[in-house]
């Protein structure tokens, strides 16, 4: 299976049904801190319907509409990153992310996110990447902040859960603002895609 090495012990790799047991297990750990913000963390919630939720993953992969890929620490699935919806023709997606509370300090997601973002502008031709979260998740908006995304502002009272309504931030980068800072031969050789395999298939 493709794996993008993060750091010496920590993996990005696709997210596929069949890892659905694992997958629910480390949702488990994870629910208390990601399910306000990540929305199928709510219904990914016993084996069956964690399977539909990496299926669903699946099927849009295969679109080319959206992704799903884990974080392994150690050998152990402890967060991941997935594309809510990409739009290859007109050129704009949207990156989201999420991590159980004992994987944080490790600068992971920033890590994975850029790769993922590289992939984006580089091979696929994105022109626009989006980010969105809570106010209230602030290590989310650190995370965006650390890959030099602009907040173009926030939707009120745009995400219902549990009962309330909760604002969204929306951030977001553009290609010619990744590709200034990054020229082409100063990516790391290790672990690159494919330019049809997507960043981690």
Not at 41 to 50: K, N, P, V
Not at 61 to 69: C, E, K, L, P, V
Not at 113 to 141: C, I, K, Q, Y
Request: glycine letters at 10%.
């Amino acid at each position: 299976m493709y794996a993008v090495q993060l750091t010496a012990n920590a993996q990005l790799r696709p997210l596929e049904p069949w890892q659905a047991g694992e997958f629910f297990a480390h949702i488990e750990r994870a629910r208390p801190t990601v399910q306000q913000f990540i929305p199928w963390a709510s219904f990914s919630t016993d084996l069956d319907s964690a399977r539909a939720t990496l299926q669903r993953y699946a099927d849009m992969q295969a679109a080319d509409t959206g992704r799903i890929y884990g974080i392994w620490l150690d050998g152990t699935l402890v967060g991941g990153l997935m594309y809510f919806h990409f739009d290859a023709a007109g050129g704009g997606c949207e990156l989201g992310c999420w991590l159980e509370r004992a994987a944080e300090g490790h600068g992971l997601i920033t890590i994975a996110a850029r790769r993922l973002l590289d992939w984006a502008f580089r091979e696929r031709g994105m022109h626009r990447v989006e980010w969105h979260t809570s106010p209230e998740n602030v290590r989310s908006g650190n995370v965006a902040r650390r890959l030099g995304m602009t907040l173009d502002g926030t939707l009120r009272q745009a995400y219902p859960h549990a009962g309330r309504r909760h604002d969204t931030q929306i951030w977001s980068l553009l290609a010619p603002e990744w590709l200034a800072d990054r020229p082409a031969d100063s990516r790391p050789a290790d672990g690159q895609p494919a330019r049809d395999s997507g960043p981690a298939a």
